[in-house]
């Protein structure tokens, strides 16, 4: 396994923040509604952690630097876990575990169907995000995982419904995602791949030539 240490660390840090909304929920610092307001931040981690997995490739793609895609799989792990604990907060803060009141909810809101959809989708991909599935699959495999794209799409559906015409922060994850997305277009992909390995080479170049 590469960079374990980081790995670790990532792991860590990312772990440690739920635990802190929960300690601030406990201590009443989440304002009068602490269950909405954990509802919400774990649905934004998610959200985050799913635009930094997807940031992972053009990252690389920009850096020349392979090491990002050793972090990929862990971020978007995490971005699902995240989304689970979302549903958890909202089944047991917002409905009191009345699952009854769920099924209601899933047919009267819409938002909530779209968020059950968008759960779907990084479900799938958690599930074969292993080397077996990888193996098993083989082509297949990255064809699958090209559903990272809908999902996104579907969870920033989800958050403009949920804000509705407060779209500040969505706006912002929005045009985030457009950028990301944009970057997987194989022939702006190619280019962003063409210019960073030309800026690199001039780097060294320079250096060669202070150190020469
Ligand atoms: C069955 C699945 C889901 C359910 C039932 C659900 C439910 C909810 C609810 C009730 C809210 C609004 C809470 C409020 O009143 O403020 C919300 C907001 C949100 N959800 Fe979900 N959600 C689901 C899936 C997801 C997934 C998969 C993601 C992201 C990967 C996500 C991201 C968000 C975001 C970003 C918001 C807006 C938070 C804010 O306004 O600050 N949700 N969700």
Known sequence: ??????????????????????YLAAAAALGPDPGKVLVDNLGQGALF???????????????????????RRQIGLWAFGYASLHLAAYLYFLLG???????????ERPYIAVGAIALMGLLTLAMTSTRWSMRKLGKR????????????LVVLLHMLWVVRSDVGQWSLYATVAAILLAARVPAIERRLVRISAKWRDEQTAKKAENNG
Do not use: N, Q
């Not at 575990?97 to 047919?107: H, R, Y």
């Open 97 to 107: 575990l009345e699952f009854s009141d769920f099924a209601a909810e899933l047919v």
């Open 1 to 22: 396994m590469r960079y374990p240490w980081w790995r670790l660390l990532l792991f860590c840090c990312v772990a440690s923040v739920p635990c802190y909304w929960l």
């Open 49 to 71: 952690l799913l635009l930094c997995s997807m940031a992972m490739t053009p990252l690389r793609s920009l850096t020349g630097w392979s090491g990002w895609i050793a972090f």
């Open 141 to 152: 495999w990255k064809k699958l995982h090209r559903i990272v794209y809908p999902t996104l």
